[in-house]
């Protein structure tokens, strides 16, 4: 199972689109973002990628509220399964215990990653290249014995993704 994991869009449609459609192309079968969406335009394109989505909340996505109905839009921390994997999903890094198969955050901007406890600790990093001049995201792949997040970042102006692998055996 491959799944899109994307944090921090902001005000950056294009480059929301462009990580949805790169992981998509890579084999991704779900989305998951970890909020600050901050516009409607960042929820319809999660809408109308032709993938089932989750999203939460963040800090910044006040303005949203109106859209939680009809974009689904979660408040953190949210607890989901898919297949036989549980997951904790959050924005703000505030709830980072062990008490899931998979705990994804975003809010700090940085890709971050840690396999503690038998649980994955996930940060995708950001996608508005606000922080540092890179849209980042990760495709997580799960098998059956191992965690394999291939991390991917690209200056907004580039159409060349970077990627680096990392393993963790479960």
């Not at 109905?69 to 703000?92: G, V």
Request: net charge negative.
């Amino acid at each position: 199972m491959k799944l899109a994991i994307l944090s921090d869009s902001h005000k950056k449609p294009d480059l929301t689109k462009d990580a949805i459609e790169h992981l998509k192309a890579l084999g991704a079968s779900y989305i998951i973002h970890a909020g600050d969406l901050e516009i409607k335009q960042n929820l319809e394109i999660l809408k109308d990628s032709g993938l089932p989505y989750l999203c939460v909340f963040g800090n910044n996505d006040y303005n949203l509220m109106q859209y939680q109905q009809e974009f689904k839009i979660q408040t953190e921390p949210y607890y989901f399964k898919i297949k036989e994997n549980s997951f904790k999903l959050m924005h703000l890094p505030f709830y980072l215990t062990p008490d899931s198969d998979i705990v994804i955050s975003g809010h700090t901007h940085y890709f971050e990653h840690n396999f503690k406890n038998d649980t994955l600790f996930l940060n995708p990093g950001e996608v508005c290249a606000r922080n540092k001049n890179l849209t980042e995201c990760v495709l997580l792949e799960i098998l059956k014995d191992r965690y394999i997040i291939n991390y991917f970042c690209k200056k907004p102006e580039s159409s060349v993704w970077e990627k680096e692998i990392i393993e963790y055996e479960k």
